[in-house]
């Protein structure tokens, strides 16, 4: 059985960077992909960029180009998301997905990562 | 960036009435490869979403027969054929045959 499971709740300063970790178990990491989604609080979702899990080949939406960077780790199946130069507007959960076009979709949980002074 | 416009955005249903939201894309999503690159997926309160269909009408293992999808080129549909009260959430589209993926507004489903 496939588990998807996302670091915890973060707490950040402004200008501050944050790191969220994505481990898959039971899940086939390399030839797959990991995709980060957010969602600010009562707003809809924003996809992010992706990562390929075997070449680690990643693409970012623009909008993130310069402050995103997506890692992985395949000795310990986790996929990694670091944000930085944070404001109040990146205050949102964060989630990481596998493959989207097809095969099967696996979300974590999310991880809520607030941006405060 | 490709636009999703989803309709309507509210959606009140009468419990085993059906159901029907629209997803229009502002280009066509056919992909050079010839796949249309384009998904259905719920998200329910205080859970993380969920998806339904990919590549326009193919359902995800695990997902009741009742939810269908269809469309082609820049118009697409998600059909629920009795609406259960588990079906109450968030249903969004998102598109991925363009850069960057796009997600529709969110239409959220509600029981009248």
Redesign the interface.
């Known amino acids: 059985q496939v588990q998807v499971v996302q670091s915890g709740t973060e707490v950040k300063e402004p200008g501050a960077s944050v790191k969220v970790s994505c481990k898959a178990s039971g899940y086939t990491f390399s030839g797959n992909y990991i995709h980060w989604v957010r969602q600010a609080p009562g707003q809809g979702l924003e996809w992010m960029g992706w990562i390929n899990l075997n070449s680690g080949d990643t693409n970012y939406a623009q909008k993130f180009q310069g402050r995103v960077t997506m890692t992985r780790d395949t000795s310990v199946s986790t996929a990694y998301m670091e944000l930085s130069r944070l404001t109040s507007d990146d205050t949102a959960v964060y989630y990481c997905a596998t493959t989207f076009w097809g095969g099967s979709n696996y979300w974590g949980q999310g991880t809520l990562v607030t941006v405060s002074s | 960036d490709v636009v999703m416009t989803q309709s309507p955005l509210s959606l009140p249903v009468t419990l085993g009435q059906p159901a029907s939201i629209s997803c229009r894309s502002g280009q066509s999503l056919v992909h050079s490869d010839g ?1 249309t ?1 384009f ?1 259905w ?1 719920q ?1 329910r309160p205080g859970q ?4 339904l269909i ?2 326009v009408s193919n359902r ?2 695990g997902v009741p027969d009742r939810f269908s999808g269809s469309g082609s080129g820049t118009d697409f549909t998600l059909k629920i054929s009795r609406v259960e009260a588990e079906d109450v959430g ?1 249903y ?1 589209c ?1 598109q ?1 045959t363009h ?8 239409t959220r489903l509600e029981i009248k």
């Open positions: 796949n690159y998904n997926f998200q993380s979403p969920r998806r990919y590549r995800d293992s968030v969004y998102v991925g850069w960057p993926y796009t997600f529709g507004q969110g």
